[in-house]
């Protein structure tokens, strides 16, 4: 069987480019160029491409590539990829859904803890000689035994709810509709209610306009004064300059950011904030998860070069 040809439009692994090099015949850009740069040739032929983009990939990307029968994801979210053009193009999407679900939830719940428990300004107060200075560390609020709201019971927020389900939280959801979760876990058929119901508010949501600022100022409104938002879904789904109004107003009691709606670049206003713990958009970033799901887009590669079943496909 002759290698497919394969653009690689991002960064990968040497363990991944080498898996990929061996069984394709590839052809990579950065994630910050353009198809413009990669040969008449290749644009002309090419049936896939292995996608590690941070921007959107619509018509005009895939008109350049007019041989383009499947997009493989490296990410469970594809916001960045116009799914209806693909269809309308016959181009099949598939994602690496599943093997990031923990780390993504660890990573949440563990921005709780570090605005709930202070560790950022406690980690300081030690290096910075303050707590000889000037002795005991501030109180601050505990994580545990509060009513917390995850927006979005998929696969991650339910990870989520089962870690804060061992914090002895009162559990509050909000999805398209009821999830066979356990019996005590709260349904709420809106964000607004969801938010006007809990103390921390996890937004785990997909990402794409559908989404759009689905945490808007009347939902960050509701919340109740001194409520933490947790974000690790996608920037866009929180209406960011009202979340900053409201933590700089101190009625939000804290927020743990993982995503940002103008990434790589954050809005200043967020990095001032003292309550307030930011991450660069690492909840999948582990050793083990990228390489898991580096493997899964290989497979969906694979298998769709050796005309198989599609392991992962969204369309
Ligand atoms: C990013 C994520 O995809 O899986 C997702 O949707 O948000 C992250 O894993 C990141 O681009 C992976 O490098």
Not at 155 to 180: C, T, V, W
């Amino acid at each position: 069987m002759s290698a497919s040809s394969v653009i690689l439009i991002g960064d990968y692994s040497p363990r991944q480019r080498q898996q990929l090099e061996t069984r394709f015949s590839t052809y990579s850009i950065s994630h910050l160029a353009s198809l413009n740069d990669v040969p008449e040739s290749v644009r002309q032929t090419c049936q896939s491409i292995a996608y590690h983009g941070h921007s959107p990939f619509g018509p005009a990307e895939m008109d350049q590539l007019p041989q383009l029968a499947l997009i493989a994801n490296f990410g469970v979210g594809y916001d960045d990829i116009d799914i209806e053009a693909a269809v309308a193009r016959g181009i099949k999407v598939t994602n690496t859904p599943n093997v990031l679900n923990d780390d993504v939830a660890d990573l949440a719940v563990g921005m709780l803890l570090a605005v709930k428990r202070q560790l950022l300004a406690g980690d300081r107060w030690v290096r910075e000689g303050e707590w000889a200075r000037r002795g005991t560390f501030p109180l601050n609020a505990n994580a545990n035994g509060l009513r917390v709201g995850v927006l979005g019971m998929g696969r991650i927020g339910r990870e989520i709810a089962d870690r804060m389900a061992a914090f002895k939280s009162e559990l509050h959801y909000q999805s398209r509709r009821p999830k066979n979760v356990p019996s005590t876990w709260q349904y709420h058929s809106t964000p607004l209610e969801l938010a006007a119901t809990v103390d921390v508010l996890f937004v785990t949501v997909v990402g794409g306009v559908d989404t759009r600022h689905l945490v808007s100022a009347k939902v960050l409104n509701a919340l109740p004064v001194g409520a933490v938002v947790i974000n690790v879904s996608r920037g866009s789904v929180i209406d960011e300059i009202a979340l900053i109004e409201q933590l700089e107003s101190g009625r939000l009691g804290g927020a743990g950011l993982d995503v940002f709606e103008n990434e790589p670049t954050v809005n200043p206003g967020l990095l001032t904030l003292d309550n307030v713990i930011l991450q660069p958009h690492q909840g999948s970033g582990t050793l083990q998860t990228r390489e898991a799901m580096g493997d899964l887009q290989f497979a969906n590669l694979d298998a769709f070069a050796a005309q198989r079943e599609l392991l992962t496909p969204v369309n």
